[in-house]
DNA sequence: CCGATTTTATACCGACCGGTATAATTCTTC
DNA sequence: GAAGAATTATACCGGTCGGTATAAAATCGG
């Protein structure tokens, strides 16, 4: 009961995700973000709450449905096709066409005001996330054999992740796929054999 | 003649770079940088024109001061030590402890919003100059026999360059020195041997 | 048609943004 | 000491920030 709303939410929210993932957390203002959706401050509070809470719903939106190559991907069955393909996932998501540039958790946690300290530590929180769980398959991997003995599964998932971080600021400074690609490529030589 | 500043502008051209350099351009608020400075705002106007004009001075300061090693490991023999010499500085000036952690290029880099357009563009620039100049010293080390016949030198120093900038994220995400350093070890594993 | 309920549109809030006008203060030079 | 030049401190500018109070409009169940 009650007026129905005149606007989709879900398109709404996509909107807020790409406005967030190209300008970032503080470079986006509660006006682009309404321009950009078509609807009106009190709609976007009462629908989301405020910038902080739709940022969160927004960046939960991009793991979702831009990162979930990244859980696929370590259920490859050896290293350093995990290794790859999270690599190749990065790069094509940051590469997309129809995509803003780069990463939008790279983006948005970069430099910040005092104001968005919560923001940025979430945003950190993320990536640590990520690298801890690489971390625990290349584990298994050197377990398994599929890695070298002595080899260090928290030094490799670092490694990926600085070069997916580095893909990120390459692709928001308007690098285009294929040259990524091939950057890939040679980041992986680094990677052990099994 | 007229009335002596109360305050050391070389002091001052410092704290700013400090701040901008943790908190970004956006970040960095006019009183930020008076209060950090110990100055009021008609002497920051009076002294540095405007905060873009601040911005600018701070960014060369940081190139001739934190960035000259850079310039310096163009200079060596080979490539390889030039690739090195290059990772190792970005992460000694990345991680060092009296620092703002990770890099003010890549820092400022990311998300902006529309009113810092011509900032994001300068500081895309700053990256070009850098990856371009890398790229012509590959070549030439191409062509001297120093790297193999088949290598692509604008792709080696993207790699190189993309490793630089993705230590520069683990660094202000609190990644400390010897972490970074044993990544810079297996991303040189990549590097073509003469 | 009548509340009850929810979403709209408009107008507004205090705080802060980058930047500046004004005038008092402190120096040098005559 | 007076004139002139430069820096200081104070107070202020219009604009935008994130966020909200108020009330009109649109739907429901009765």
Redo the contacts between chains.
């Keep these: 009961m009650g007026r129905p709303r005149e606007f989709d939410a879900d398109d709404a929210l996509q909107t807020a995700l790409e406005l967030?993932w190209?300008?970032?957390?503080?470079?986006?203002?509660i006006t682009?973000l309404t321009d950009g959706m078509g609807i009106t401050k009190p709609s976007l509070y009462g629908t989301f709450g405020n910038k902080e809470e739709l940022f969160r719903m927004a960046l939960q939106r991009y793991e979702e449905n831009y990162m979930a190559f990244f859980w696929s991907a370590l259920e490859q069955p050896d290293a350093r096709t995990v290794a790859f393909d999270i690599l190749r996932g990065f790069v094509n998501a940051q590469t997309e066409e129809c995509n803003p540039g780069?990463c939008l958790v790279?983006?948005?946690?970069?430099?910040?005001?005092?104001a968005?300290l919560e923001i940025h530590k979430t945003i950190?929180e993320r990536?640590?996330v990520g690298q801890k769980a690489l971390a625990r398959r290349f584990d298994r991997a050197k377990r398994e054999g599929d890695l070298p003995a002595d080899s260090?599964p928290e030094?490799?998932a670092?490694?990926i992740?600085?070069?997916?971080?580095?893909?990120?600021?390459?692709a928001?400074?308007?690098?285009g796929r294929d040259?990524v690609y091939?950057?890939v490529d040679?980041?992986?030589?680094?990677f052990p054999r099994s």
């Design positions: 967030f190209r300008k970032g957390y503080e470079g986006t203002s682009d780069g790279v983006n948005a946690a970069r430099a910040c005001s005092d968005a950190v990536i640590q260090n030094d490799l670092r490694f992740m600085t070069v997916a971080q580095g893909t990120a600021v390459q928001s400074s308007g690098a040259e091939r950057l040679i980041a992986m030589k680094s």
